[in-house]
């Protein structure tokens, strides 16, 4: 009797730590404000507002329409994109800059959307804490999953947080880019232009775009994949898709113009050594 109120009172604990929508939007804003302090992130109100507006226009096209949506530019020459769960998404200027149309960044985007929409990042936390039954018992005794589900994230979030997307997780991400930019009026090709950009790019500067390729796994056939989808998707055939615009590229030289974050400072006592 007793085994079998633990195995009942596990199940329920594991229930307990499935990630409500809630609990994903507490995790994503207490992430963003870990962010917030240690990455540059771009505060020049004329490109705070396009991206915001920009990645506005694709995610109130998705499924998850409902969430609060928020969107930053990370003041670095990498060539990256990343998204954490809750509906926080961050372009860093390094890829703005290698997008010649404003569709290849659209595309890059909606697979950051994509990301968040599918929850491929809560569903790794929610598969740490399964595996891990200290964190559920940690979850159950001091009741974090419903008072602050950020502790948690501390522990298993950080993992999760930078993790590399699996192969399925990226053709979701891709699907779903191809469908929400082209609900959102813009032209779905750029989605992968900007992943033939990206694969020349690796050809002579690697180390701008290694963190792309780290987190989002590429190669030829998600490419055909995608271009696929992009041949079958429901377009309005009263609009033109948007390719580019003048908005776009005053924005793109704007975001060139910025001046770069000083290097960080070396730890303390480097000095010393030799
Ligand atoms: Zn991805």
Redesign the pocket.
Known sequence: MIRFDAVAAIAVLLTACSVSQDQEVALGRQNADEIKAQLPLVTDPAVSDYIQTLGESIAKQTSRADLDWHFYVVNTKQVNAFAIPGGYVYVNRGLIEKSDRLDELTGAMG??I??VVQRHSVKQIQKQEGANLGLVALCTLTNICHTGIGVVAVRVGSDALFAR?SRH??LQ?DSEAVVNVTRAGYEPKGVTDLFEVLLNERKYQPTLVDGWFD??PLEETRIRQADAWIAQVKRDPSKPPIVDSPDFQAFKARVIALPLPPPPSPPQGENNQR
Do not use: F
Request: charged share 30%.
């Open positions: 697979h950051e994509g990301h997307y997780d990226e991400a987190s989002h």
